[in-house]
């Protein structure tokens, strides 16, 4: 029973977004330290809480594909395109710091890299681009690897895709349908008939399958630009922590997660 002399204490917008925890999360580690830092870690905070919200989001648009509800996933799929139109814009004032800027701290990151980022390959796991030995980079019992581990053998938001169109009376191929989760996104000819199909059968779905375009083209977007920031501010020099820096992002461009839509565009 309530107090009227002791009300209960009114939810702020500080406690609430948990505000005081989050401002002592930028801890830079350079000497003075140097103020282009925090611009850095800021921006990289946000990307990962970006990041975690794509994959709530994807996991979303899985599940309205599994019940069916292909509106409310396409809808899903808008909300993660622009998302990463924000992305994109975060780097825009990413490039605001200038090479000797970022030189001025480079060193204080260490092993410290952005290839280290387990929610983003997390996001490529959930989209259906998975590779084997990506979790066991991170340590045994680690929440990283438990994460990676769970969504190397969950079935992918393109999975999902496919048995949804199957379950709309797009008959896909069974071994498409029935191949281990485990295995990456590849191009396949049956698949590729069922989904001209449903270009010229199926205006409705034949939208839903824009939206995984349109998702796919975001991410090359997000890669392209990635990579000139970081050819912009280090060159083609290796990056933090030893790894392969530009030469490995620029391997990655025009490389799609849904191979099967690009390949149909001829024949539409």
């Given at each position: 029973?309530?107090?009227?002399?002791?009300?209960?204490?009114?939810?702020?917008?500080?406690?609430?977004?948990?505000?005081?925890?989050?401002?002592?999360?930028?801890?830079?580690?350079?000497?003075?330290?140097?103020?282009?830092?925090?611009?850095?870690?800021?921006?990289?905070?946000?990307?990962?809480?970006?990041?975690?919200?794509?994959?709530?989001?994807?996991?979303?648009?899985?599940?309205?594909?599994?019940?069916?509800?292909?509106?409310?996933?396409?809808?899903?799929?808008?909300?993660?395109?622009?998302?990463?139109?924000?992305?994109?814009?975060?780097?825009?004032?990413?490039?605001?710091?200038?090479?000797?800027?970022?030189?001025?701290?480079?060193?204080?990151?260490?092993?410290?890299?952005?290839?280290?980022?387990?929610?983003?390959?997390?996001?490529?796991?959930?989209?259906?681009?998975?590779?084997?030995?990506?979790?066991?980079?991170?340590?045994?019992?680690?929440?990283?690897?438990?994460?990676?581990?769970?969504?190397?053998?969950?079935?992918?938001?393109?999975?999902?895709?496919?048995?949804?169109?199957?379950?709309?009376?797009?008959?896909?191929?069974?071994?498409?349908?029935?191949?281990?989760?485990?295995?990456?996104?590849?191009?396949?000819?049956?698949?590729?008939?069922?989904?001209?199909?449903?270009?010229?059968?199926?205006?409705?779905n034949g939208a839903l399958c824009e939206r995984f375009v349109d998702l796919d083209e975001g991410l090359q977007e997000w890669r392209y630009r990635h990579v000139k920031m970081v050819e912009r501010t280090i060159g083609m020099k290796r990056g933090t922590g030893g790894s392969a820096g530009a030469h490995f992002l620029v391997r990655?461009?025009?490389?799609?997660?849904?191979?099967?839509?690009?390949?149909?565009?001829?024949?539409?």
């Amino acid at each position: 029973m309530s107090d009227p002399e002791h009300p209960a204490p009114t939810l702020t917008y500080g406690a609430y977004l948990a505000v005081e925890e989050l401002l002592e999360l930028q801890r830079p580690r350079s000497e003075g330290p140097e103020h282009d830092e925090l611009l850095f870690i800021v921006i990289h905070q946000v990307y990962e809480l970006w990041f975690r919200q794509m994959l709530h989001e994807g996991d979303y648009a899985a599940r309205r594909l599994g019940g069916g509800d292909g509106h409310r996933a396409g809808d899903t799929l808008r909300r993660i395109l622009k998302i990463l139109k924000v992305l994109v814009g975060q780097l825009d004032v990413l490039e605001t710091m200038t090479p000797i800027e970022f030189d001025s701290f480079r060193a204080r990151l260490d092993a410290a890299s952005g290839f280290q980022s387990d929610q983003f390959r997390q996001l490529e796991f959930l989209l259906g681009k998975k590779e084997e030995g990506v979790a066991e980079r991170f340590p045994e019992g680690s929440r990283a690897r438990e994460q990676l581990e769970a969504r190397m053998a969950a079935p992918s938001l393109w999975a999902a895709f496919l048995r949804y169109l199957d379950g709309e009376g797009h008959r896909m191929p069974v071994e498409v349908l029935t191949r281990s989760e485990r295995l990456p996104i590849e191009a396949h000819a049956g698949v590729q008939d069922v989904l001209v199909r449903v270009y010229h059968d199926d205006p409705k779905n034949g939208a839903l399958c824009e939206r995984f375009v349109d998702l796919d083209e975001g991410l090359q977007e997000w890669r392209y630009r990635h990579v000139k920031m970081v050819e912009r501010t280090i060159g083609m020099k290796r990056g933090t922590g030893g790894s392969a820096g530009a030469h490995f992002l620029v391997r990655s461009l025009m490389t799609p997660v849904f191979p099967d839509l690009w390949e149909i565009r001829t024949r539409l």
